[in-house]
DNA sequence: AAGCGTAGCAACCGCCAAATC
DNA sequence: GGATTTGGCGGTTGCTACGCT
């Protein structure tokens, strides 16, 4: 089954937009609001595919756009949102007012990736650029106890034990450091998890807690359940406005 | 001044999932 | 329940401006 077109091709234009282009629809989605894009184009008496208007409108028209220099705040907003979410650009552009996700994304590859570059960090794993990538695909407990004189300590990071080297489990066996997040402390348990009805008692594994269920990273059993979680549960509290961090330490 | 390389950014493309028929 | 449509997302491309030689 061949996916049709989003949009008749044939006669419409490509390219930059014309100012006249831009002044026909900032004048019908201010009459007539967003929405139906594919129906758009004709209505507003424009020659482009609904998704070119809808993007255009989304990310140069739009009236809350803030546009101009990023500051360092958003810049290290990004890059910590950016460690959390990965590429999950439209994620962190709702956590910055203003912004858009192509606008971000842009500015990630242009900026941000060589300003990381120069800090020695890694911009895709956020770690160290000379640190070896941690082994999780061999965890042997018993090869841990052996080589545990080799584990330097100096090079612990903040967690106490090392979690970002190597697994933790090599130095602590007994302990299970698996990284979570949780949501923001609610005296009331119930809450509005989508995973199936399961109570909030449940702990998440850190890709669920991001909201990436069914991942290769996903350990519980959250993510395999049916729907998705991305959209309902403020995993960070970031429609609150609150970053918790509690569990998840940034470096 | 001309040519070339690079950076920055707007826009397009293809895919996916939800909504609708 | 399956097919189709639609909106949305991330990756990529291509154009333009700018700096360097």
Redesign the pocket.
């Known amino acids: 089954?061949g996916?049709?077109p989003?949009c008749e091709?044939a006669h419409t234009?490509?390219?930059?937009?014309t100012k006249e282009e831009d002044d026909r629809l900032i004048a019908y989605i201010r009459a007539h609001g967003?929405?139906?894009?594919?129906?758009l184009p004709k209505a507003a008496g424009l020659l482009?595919?609904?998704?070119?208007c809808?993007?255009?409108w989304?990310?140069?028209l739009r009236p809350d756009l803030k546009?101009g220099i990023f500051t360092e705040e958003e810049d290290e907003l990004i890059i910590k949102l950016h460690s959390l979410l990965g590429?999950?650009?439209?994620?962190i552009?709702g956590r910055l007012p203003g912004r858009t996700?192509?606008?971000i994304?842009?500015?990630w590859?242009?900026?941000i990736r060589?300003k990381l570059l120069n800090r020695g960090i890694d911009p895709s794993t956020h770690r160290p650029i000379n640190e070896p990538s941690p082994d999780v695909t061999t965890i042997s407990f018993a090869a841990a106890v052996k080589e545990e004189e080799k584990i330097d300590i100096s090079s612990t990071g903040g967690f106490g034990c090392k979690t970002e080297k190597n697994p933790v489990t090599e130095k602590c066996p007994d302990l299970n450091l698996e990284l979570r997040i949780s949501p923001p402390y609610q005296p009331q348990a119930e809450t509005p998890l989508k995973t199936g009805g399961r109570s909030s008692s449940t702990t998440l594994c850190f890709a669920c807690s991001l909201g990436i269920p069914n991942s290769e990273e996903c350990s519980c059993s959250i993510g395999t359940s049916s729907?998705?979680s991305s959209s309902g549960y403020d995993f960070l509290g970031l429609t609150s406005g609150v970053l918790d961090y509690r569990g998840l330490e940034m470096k």
């Open positions: 089954m996916r049709s989003c091709k234009n490509k390219g930059a937009w967003e929405g139906c894009w594919r129906s482009r595919c609904g998704k070119s809808r993007l255009r989304i990310n140069y546009r590429n999950k650009w439209s994620l552009a996700d192509n606008e994304k842009n500015y590859n242009t900026h060589r729907g998705s």
